[in-house]
């Protein structure tokens, strides 16, 4: 035998199975793993024996080892296997240049059979099958034995192991925080879980670990992370699910720049790590306030690998005497378009479908004009604006002949952002993404801190209740009426702009942070506005409030979507596609069963009961 090779060698296997290379020739050894492949010519049978680090392929001959030959004609796939041989050179013009291992084969002296398998229920050993998702989360232990899962997986364990080691060095503190706690707001519903020990009452499961890692900084830790769970009872969508992994961090004595020059730093230390053959496509990361966000590219989280920005063309509508645009201006709204490169000859259909698309991201409609090759533009509004005016409408949007313009007259912010989305769909349709492989980080910053509570009529938080106000700001934070708890639409907290930063890859939210507000009398000022009475205050933020009152440093952080990053490393639309054991759209474990009906007794124990439980009609939907 010999030496045993470090990392996966134990007492079942001197090697790995991606790790024996032509230079191995001659060596005995030994590999323990599953039967990926199996093919019997009589004679010989060769078997690829896979584990997580690869594939080696085992020769076994009838005439050389007959028992051996005998125990490998009743072996099948996933069948997990010991097998000792020698290492010897495949024959000239067999290698196998796809395998790392192809130089190679192992001539099997022994053989012992592990465990077996049944068939399983999809393809293990083809990386490309088509698999229903249903069937693969409900035998996630066997899709996850996959190459591509098994990839990703790894890529995510190498991800959280360059976090900690760059947080490590640059002086941050690992504290875990409980997953049994009070409720804290992050603006979705929570998880609660009944205590047994005071019947009646419930915990909540953080919705982020928000307040305790404020009350870290005041308890003087200055620097913490945490590879945190997070539990919100939402909706799942392609790039969230009921639970979540966040990389949260906090950080005491800094300013926002301060918070943002970190994190820069990590996530380009970090990126370098993991993945060190995607290139950074700009660093530092091209920063942009909330409105040049929403003005440029229409969304909060840009993509900014291509341009496609969009224009206002409030200045040329204006007064067009086209309804859609006058009324709209007239309304304090905003007419801004997009000039798409090459569409011009979109057919009906085509329009058709992208006014539908508007229609679906809220717009009321969506405007279209052609340009032709000659520079004249067809457009079912033409005969309203007239061929001047249209042209000037073209010429603002920054078209081209041979170019298509869409324009949306609508609310401020809602016209950006259906534009944005168009402007996203458009892009990927025309591959204006020229390199894939590129990262493409940015910031956002300057948020408003309040959004107007149309419903309830009062002033929410746009991201985190604890957010801190841009210092010259900070008297906008009061109402018209003067009192906080009669607030209004046109209230002055409406202008206010948090130190609130989001940093964007690739067109995703990766995290968001802010400098807090560490100051009680601010903190509780902001609470007010958005409709909190004291009493709620004490209950809801009290432990908070009160720890203010003990000398808490300025602090701020940010928490960012690791199943996000590591979907976005490793080009998955979806984040399930990196998540060990992910639940489905409607929130089912379809391996575990969960959830699942209560045991009595349980409820019993608790003093509960279920009454008049709303059925959702897509609850058994799967996926
Ligand atoms: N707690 C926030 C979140 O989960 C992040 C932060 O402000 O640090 O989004």
Redesign the pocket.
Known sequence: MTEPSPGLATSYRTHSAGQLRASDAGAKVRLAGWVHRRRDLGQLIFLDIRDREGITQVVVDRAERPEVHAAASRLRTEFTVRVEGEVARRLPGTENPKLPTGEIELRASGLIVLSESKTPPFPINDPDAQIDESLRLKYRYLDLRREPMRERLMLRSRLLRAISDVHHAHGFVEVETPLLIKSTP?GARDFIVPSRQQAGSVYALP????QL?QLLMVAGLERYFQIAH?MRDEDSRADRGPEFT?L???MSFVSQDDVMSFVETMIVEVSRAVVPDRPIRQSPFPRFTYREALERFGSDKPDVRYGMELRDLGEVAAGSGFRVFDETLAQGGRVFGLAVPGMGGASRSETDALVERAKKAGAKGLVHLAVQPDGSVRSPIEKFLGAERAERLVTDAGADPGDLVLAVADRDVLAQEVLGELRVELADRLGLVTDPRELSYVWIHDFPMYQWDEENGRWDAT??P??GVVAEDEELLVTASGDPSRPSREDPAGRARALQHDVALNGWEL????IRIHRRDLLARSFALMGLTAEQMRDKFGTLLEAFDYGPPPHG???LGIDRWTALLTDQHNIREVMAFPKTGTGSDLMLGAPSPADPAQLAELGLKFVGIPRRPDADRGT
Do not use: T
């Open positions: 992050e919705q982020s670990p928000q890692k997070c966040q949260d961090l906090e991201h985190n604890f957010s995290g968001g942070g802010s952080g940010i928490a």
